[in-house]
């Protein structure tokens, strides 16, 4: 079976630009979520999505960070712009159900650095 | 708001010794617990995962003990080897939300040969 797939692995942007990752989850899996993990700090939750709707987007920065799951599978994390304490590394991990609070699988995540 | 603490914040032991990670939490009020490690670089592993009402979980040289009363689990390792080396983290999902993990800091385990 496969696992989260994300991409790009790797980012390195300017202040003030903007950026996107991109997540698969593992098929079949109906919740998604996009933690933030700072150097030297646990994940910290920014969105989680059951299927296509948000369920708690209350930690995002909304100002500058969106993210959409349009079909209820792949989903897309947005920072525009970006600032540099965003550097960080971008964790998607994903679950069967929501409600069953089931283990959640995590991808390899995405490194961004903003200079 | 749920908190997570983990004690040691780095550990570093030579090869074959057994070893305790612990972790604390604020609020008993959770769903389930899961230890994860994390090698540099790379994403979060999930190692075992514990229920509210369970008390302990095994898998094979790793067992994590729940004593959800005292806000309290522990990570055994037994005969630790080089390639336990990585980051371990604690995570609380709390019955507060939705399905929201709270995770520590880690513990920053290294085991030389």
């Known amino acids: 079976e496969a696992g989260v797939a994300q991409s790009p692995r790797y980012k390195i942007i300017e202040k003030r630009q903007s950026v996107a990752f991109w997540c698969n989850p593992i098929s079949g899996h109906a919740t998604l979520y996009w933690y933030q993990q700072i150097l030297g700090q646990g994940p910290k939750l920014l969105i989680q999505f059951q299927n296509n709707g948000v369920v708690d987007d209350s930690q995002l920065p909304k100002d500058r960070f969106s993210a959409e799951r349009l079909k209820g599978v792949d989903s897309t994390l947005k920072i525009q712009p970006a600032k540099l304490e965003d550097s960080a590394v971008y964790l998607c991990?994903?679950?069967?159900?929501?409600?069953?609070?089931?283990?959640?699988?995590f991808g390899p995540g995405t490194r961004l650095t903003v200079t | 708001k749920q908190e997570v603490t983990q004690i040691p914040a780095a550990l570093s032991v030579p090869e074959g010794e057994n070893l305790v990670l612990n972790c604390s939490f604020t609020d008993s009020a959770i769903y389930n617990l899961q230890w994860f490690r994390q090698d540099p670089g790379k994403g979060l592993t999930s190692l075992l995962l514990i229920q509210s009402s369970q008390r302990e979980q095994t898998s094979g040289r790793l067992n994590a003990s729940l004593d959800k009363s005292s806000g309290r689990s522990t990570l055994y390792i037994a005969a630790s080897q080089p390639g336990d080396s990585a980051t371990y983290l604690c995570a609380v999902n709390s019955l507060s939300g939705y399905s929201t993990l709270t995770f520590g800091k880690g513990t920053m385990l290294l085991v030389s040969p």
């Open positions: 991990a994903s679950s069967l159900s929501l409600y069953e609070r089931d283990e959640q699988y």
